[in-house]
């Protein structure tokens, strides 16, 4: 199996060594996470970023996950990224508006 890296901003927010799990339970796991993570940080407005594909939501992003484990790279990164629109919250307004223990949680792994 795979390793599954999450990152938001440059930072590794969560590092999943999916060895021990079946396929179906990593990418239940992932999917879900990454979107509540998204969900969390930019309030949904944001994309999931693997390789060269893109996810918007839960089903595009388990779809590119199914083809990724299967493919031969040994990491998989995953990068959430706000989709840049007028009236969306830059970088600092977003760590300003975050919840203590995520923003520690940023803040460690970096």
Do not use: Q, W
Not at 24 to 48: K, P
Not at 65 to 77: A, N, P, S, T, Y
Request: hydrophobic share 40%.
């Amino acid at each position: 199996m795979k390793r599954i890296v999450i990152k938001a901003f440059d930072r590794v927010l969560k590092d999943i060594d999916a060895e021990n799990c079946s396929l179906e339970e990593v990418i239940d796991f992932v999917s879900y996470f990454v979107m509540e993570l998204a969900h969390v940080l930019f309030n949904g407005n944001c994309v999931c970023r693997i390789g060269n594909d893109y996810a918007i939501d839960e089903m595009s992003l388990r779809k590119i996950l199914k083809d990724e484990i299967r493919g031969k790279e040994e990491e998989i990164v995953i990068e959430i990224e706000p989709i840049r629109t007028e009236g969306h919250m830059g970088r600092d307004e977003v760590l300003s508006t975050m919840p203590p223990t995520l923003l520690s949680m940023i803040r460690r792994s970096s």
